[in-house]
């Protein structure tokens, strides 16, 4: 391709100087192509940097690992994972037609009387990023009590993560029940 790019502004150029009859009649063509050859060497080379060094492949992996963080905070009544993980101002709209603040679900996080996960997995993760703004869904399939109410079920959710200072913080989540 680039090969063809570089062909297609490949034109005849008189040298204005008089002097050298070996310039006259030059192409451009292998300036350009020898420009092309440059940044397509460079963006080949700095491709795995970038993915090993913070790129895409790197922050979907960081995503992937958050996601997954989720069901293992849920399992153990860790709120420290959502101290740390959510954005102050998070909000997220449940299965059960409410929403939650970060301060309402560690509040219900801390009340282990009315709120206890007995069992929850994730599946079907798929993360798209752009720059510093990121969207994970997934299905989440859990048993649990919530607000003293019994709720046995499979959801599908949609988390939106922003990268604040280098890190990865969820700004935004929703949960639907899935079709059975």
């Known amino acids: 391709m680039i090969l063809v790019i570089a062909g297609m502004f490949s034109q005849t150029y008189n040298a ?12 451009m063509a292998k300036p350009l192509v020898a420009a092309f050859v440059l940044v397509a060497t460079v963006a080949t080379v700095s491709s795995p940097v970038l993915a090993q060094g913070g790129g895409a492949a790197a922050d979907v992996a960081a995503i992937t690992g958050i ?3 989720v069901a293992k905070a849920d399992l153990a009544g860790d709120t420290s994972y959502y101290q740390n993980q959510l954005s102050d101002d998070w909000t997220g709209g449940t299965s059960r037609g409410t929403y939650d603040t970060k301060a309402s679900l560690l509040a219900d996080m801390r009340d282990t009387k009315n ?12 993360v798209r990023t752009h720059g510093d703004v990121a969207i994970a869904t997934y299905s989440q399939t859990y048993d649990a009590t919530i607000k003293g109410q019994h709720y046995a079920r499979t959801v599908i959710c949609t988390d939106t993560l922003h990268r604040m200072s280098g890190a990865w913080k969820t700004i935004a989540g929703h949960c639907s029940q899935a079709a059975k």
Do not use: F, Q, R
């Not at 206890?116 to 994730?122: L, Q, V």
């Open 115 to 126: 709120n206890k996960t007995s069992s929850e997995s994730i599946a079907n993760i798929k």
């Open 16 to 27: 204005p100087n008089p002097h050298s009859e070996d310039m006259k009649g030059l192409t």
């Open 67 to 69: 996601v997954n963080g």
